[in-house]
Structures are given as structure tokens and as C-alpha cells.
């Protein structure tokens, strides 16, 4: 698919916010992918998970025996990318802030893919690489479906991204004064209890 294509079915799904966010990173932007909102369709969430799986299929990485969705946001496509891998599917979910394997057995040396929605900085993507490795898994890459950073995001591991789209997104303390006027809102779930 395009970028016009995967931000065209975001756009219909209404998930293109605009206002003033606090990001999972702490940064700030006046744009939101709620992807939440994508997700309620599951027709449009099949066709970018199956055009995400042929791209990761297409990156050449061989065999893979498990896709892990960090939760929430890569619960779903996790799933549904899984799924067109022909593959089984984990989820990592926080304990005490940290991502955990909570509710299943890793197998020494499995090989991995990880799937998110979005990746801004990488740092959700990095901290699922680190409690993947601790597990004795062998992570592979990390794929999305849109990769906010243009192509700088460092997960420490290939990145597979469905399309890219530049956000800008700025530290709380440098915030441009249109964006400093609105009430910031944060719709993620780290730190949440
Ligand atoms: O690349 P990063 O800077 O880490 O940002 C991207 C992460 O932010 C969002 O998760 P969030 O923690 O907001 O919670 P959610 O998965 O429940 O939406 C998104 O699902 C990614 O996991
Ligand atoms: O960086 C984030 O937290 C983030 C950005 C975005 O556009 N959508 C999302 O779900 N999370
Ligand atoms: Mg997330």
C-alpha cells in the first residue's frame, strides 16, 4: 500500500486527531493516530495487517515462529498480522511499568517479529526488544504500520514499517505557542494504572 493509501484509511476511520497530545514518550504533538479508531474496523485493520505481513515476508528475515503485539496498541494488529503470517501470536502487557510475557511460555530461541501500531521515538519498541531478549527469544525486527519518525526511529533491530509519516513532535519544554495555547491530552495507556 502507499502512504496516500494507509493514511487514506486512516482518514475514513476518523483516527487523525488534531489538537495538543502528550505521546507515549513524553513529547508533545498536534497530531494523534488513534488508531483505536482504525481498529474498530475489521475489514480496513485486515487489509493493512495483510499488506504489513507481505512486506515483512518481502524483508527476507526467514523463518518466523512468533509475532508479539506490545499492548495496547499492538494487541490488534499483532493478531491480524499474525494471522496473514500464517503464525502464532503473544502479547507483552506492562507489570509495575515494565512489558512482561505475562501469560505465556517463550521458547529458548524462538524467532521473533515484533508489531506495533505507530513507533514515534522507538522507545516502546525497544523496551519490548529488551524483555523479548530476556525471554531467550531471538528477535528478527520490529514492524509497523506507521513509522511517525521518518525513518529515525533506532529500535536497535531492522525496522519494517507499512508506510512513513513525518509528525512533528516537540519536548514539553519547547513547545510552539499555537500548540502551548491548547490543553494537552494524553490517549495512550503507559502509566496508567
Ligand atoms: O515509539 P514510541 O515513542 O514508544 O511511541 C509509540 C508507542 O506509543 C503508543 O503506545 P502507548 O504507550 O501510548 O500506549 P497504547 O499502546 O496503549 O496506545 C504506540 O502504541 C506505541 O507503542
Ligand atoms: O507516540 C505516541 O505515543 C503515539 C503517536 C500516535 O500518533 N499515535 C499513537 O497511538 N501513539
Ligand atoms: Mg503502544
Known amino acids: 500500500m502507499t502512504r496516500d493509501e494507509v493514511l487514506e484509511v486512516f482518514r475514513e476511520a476518523g483516527a487523525i486527531l488534531e489538537g495538543h497530545f502528550i505521546l507515549s514518550s513524553g513529547l508533545r504533538?498536534?497530531?494523534?493516530?488513534?488508531?483505536?479508531?482504525?481498529?474498530?474496523?475489521?475489514?480496513?485493520?485486515?487489509?493493512?495487517?495483510?499488506?504489513?505481513?507481505?512486506?515483512?515476508?518481502?524483508?527476507?528475515?526467514?523463518?518466523?515462529?512468533?509475532?508479539?503485539?506490545?499492548?495496547?496498541?499492538?494487541?490488534?494488529?499483532?493478531?491480524?498480522?499474525?494471522?496473514?503470517?500464517?503464525?502464532?501470536?503473544?502479547?507483552?502487557?506492562?507489570?509495575?511499568?515494565?512489558?512482561r510475557l505475562r501469560r505465556f511460555e517463550m521458547p529458548k530461541g524462538a524467532r521473533v517479529v515484533i508489531v506495533e501500531d505507530i513507533v514515534t521515538t522507538g522507545l516502546s519498541s525497544r523496551e519490548t526488544v529488551d524483555a523479548l531478549k530476556k525471554t531467550g527469544a531471538e528477535v528478527l525486527a520490529v514492524a509497523c504500520l506507521i513509522d511517525r519518525s521518518g525513518g529515525e526511529a533506532d529500535t536497535g533491530v531492522p525496522?519494517?514499517?507499512?508506510?512513513?509519516?513525518?509528525?512533528?513532535?516537540?519536548?514539553?519544554?519547547?513547545?510552539?505557542?499555537?500548540?502551548?495555547?491548547?490543553?494537552?491530552?494524553?490517549?495512550?495507556?503507559?502509566?496508567?494504572?
Do not use: N
Open 159 to 193: 525496522l519494517v514499517a507499512l508506510t512513513d509519516y513525518k509528525v512533528p513532535a516537540y519536548p514539553a519544554d519547547q513547545l510552539p505557542p499555537e500548540l502551548a495555547a491548547l490543553p494537552a491530552v494524553k490517549p495512550g495507556s503507559r502509566g496508567l494504572a
Open 29 to 99: 504533538s498536534p497530531i494523534f493516530l488513534q488508531k483505536a479508531r482504525v481498529f474498530m474496523y475489521p475489514e480496513k485493520t485486515e487489509r493493512l495487517c495483510k499488506a504489513l505481513a507481505a512486506k515483512i515476508r518481502a524483508a527476507g528475515l526467514g523463518d518466523i515462529d512468533f509475532v508479539v503485539g506490545p499492548a495496547m496498541g499492538g494487541l490488534i494488529p499483532g493478531y491480524e498480522t499474525a494471522r496473514h503470517l500464517g503464525v502464532r501470536s503473544m502479547w507483552v502487557e506492562r507489570e509495575d511499568g515494565e512489558f
